[in-house]
């Protein structure tokens, strides 16, 4: 079965400009959590939906939202991009029960130029 | 404010030796901790977990302890093999919560 995958791989942004990540769970996964890893950091939590539904929010700006569409996939999207947005972005998929392991995507690399 | 910390940044060992990696936590709302493995290019690779009714879970050659009163876990991998070199996260949260809090990573190096 294939994994988490996300699109694109890498993704080369100005300041200023919008960007969109996306997310494909693992096939019975409804679940689909987003996650920022800055250099030399551990992963950040950003958001979490299940079925949906807005599940969980991190400590980020509003700039950053996202959506899970009937599918189960999902979509990242940040505004009005910042130096400090460049980073990696992790999707995770679990089944949902709330106690599920998540498993992480390959990521999307982003810098912000 | 790290709740999660992982106090070493690197750590090098023989191949065939026991490979230790700490983490502390300080939140103790947590109850469900996990390690992953990265890679470079890479999103992290579920390793292992340990809930915390639990002081101790193994699979393989890895095995994580959980020292509560300590807010202290561990994950030990014996015997080391080159393979295992990556960075290695530690993983906390709460019950019914999907949202993992890492710690900054450690980067092991297994030496031939």
């Known amino acids: 079965d294939a994994g988490v995958t996300q699109s694109p791989t890498h993704l080369i942004k100005t300041r200023g400009q919008q960007v969109t990540l996306r997310c494909s769970p693992i096939?019975?996964?409804?679940?689909v959590s987003w996650y920022q890893q800055v250099l030399g950091q551990g992963p950040q939590f950003i958001f979490q939906?299940?079925?949906?539904?807005?599940?969980g929010r991190g400590n980020f700006p509003d700039r950053f939202s996202a959506r899970q569409f009937p599918n189960y996939s999902s979509e990242l999207n940040v505004n009005a991009l910042l130096l400090g947005d460049s980073a990696l972005y992790l999707c995770?998929?679990?089944?949902?029960?709330?106690?599920?392991?998540?498993?992480f995507g390959p990521g999307t690399r982003l810098t912000v130029l | 404010d790290q709740q999660v910390k992982q106090n070493s940044p690197s750590l090098s060992v023989q191949e065939g030796r026991i490979s230790i990696l700490n983490c502390d936590y300080t939140?103790?709302?947590?109850?469900?901790f996990l390690w992953y493995k990265k890679y470079p290019a890479e999103g992290p690779t579920f390793l292992i977990s340990i809930s915390s009714i639990k002081d101790k879970n193994e699979d393989g050659r890895f095995t994580v302890f959980l020292n509560k009163s300590a807010k202290h876990l561990s994950l030990h991998i014996v015997p080391s093999q080159p393979g295992d070199s990556a960075v290695y996260f530690c993983a906390a949260r709460n019950f019914g919560n999907e949202k993992l809090t890492f710690g900054t990573g450690t980067r092991l190096t297994i030496i031939p």
């Open positions: 096939s019975g996964h409804k679940s």
């Open positions: 939906y299940y079925e949906k539904e807005e599940r």
């Open positions: 939140n103790s709302m947590f109850d469900y």
């Open positions: 995770a998929s679990s089944s949902g029960g709330g106690s599920d392991t998540q498993y």
